[in-house]
Nanobody, 122 residues
Framework: QLQASGGGLVQAGDSLRLSCAAS????????MGWFRQAPGKEREFVAAIRSFGRTYYAISVKGRFTISRDNAENTVYLQMNNLKPEDTAVYYC??????????????????WGQGTEVTVSS
């Protein structure tokens, strides 16, 4: 199970840190990802982190967002800085026990959290 938290209402330029707590003894082996879905739009890739720490980012967030993981706490984080109104969305964490090569594809992830809402006002 995945439990996402940390969303909220902020102003443009502010920061937020999202957390995703996972259950399971093999969390450290999972590919973990963050996706987001804005109203009326498809769910899109935001960031991912492999078991050994390699990270991937969508172009729209690179340089502003940082994904990290704490395997001892079974938690993955998404630090979001310099937020923009276009970052407004429901953010979902996802897990892939198979550590797929296709980190950008929703279909690679087997488990999804419930989502946490981020609203950025201008």
């Amino acid at each position: 199970q995945l439990q996402a938290s940390g969303g909220g209402l902020v102003q443009a330029g502010d920061s937020l840190r999202l957390s995703c707590a996972a259950s399971g003894r093999t969390f450290s082996r999972y590919l973990m990802g963050w996706f987001r879905q804005a109203p009326g739009k498809e769910r899109e890739f935001v960031a991912a982190i492999r078991s050994f720490g390699r990270t991937y980012y969508a172009i729209s967030v690179k340089g502003r967002f940082t994904i990290s993981r704490d395997n001892a706490e079974n938690t993955v984080y998404l630090q979001m800085n310099n937020l923009k109104p276009e970052d407004t969305a429901v953010y979902y964490c996802a897990a892939d026990p198979g550590d797929s090569s296709s980190v950008y594809q929703k279909s690679s992830y087997d488990y999804w959290g419930q989502g946490t809402e981020v609203t950025v006002s201008s």
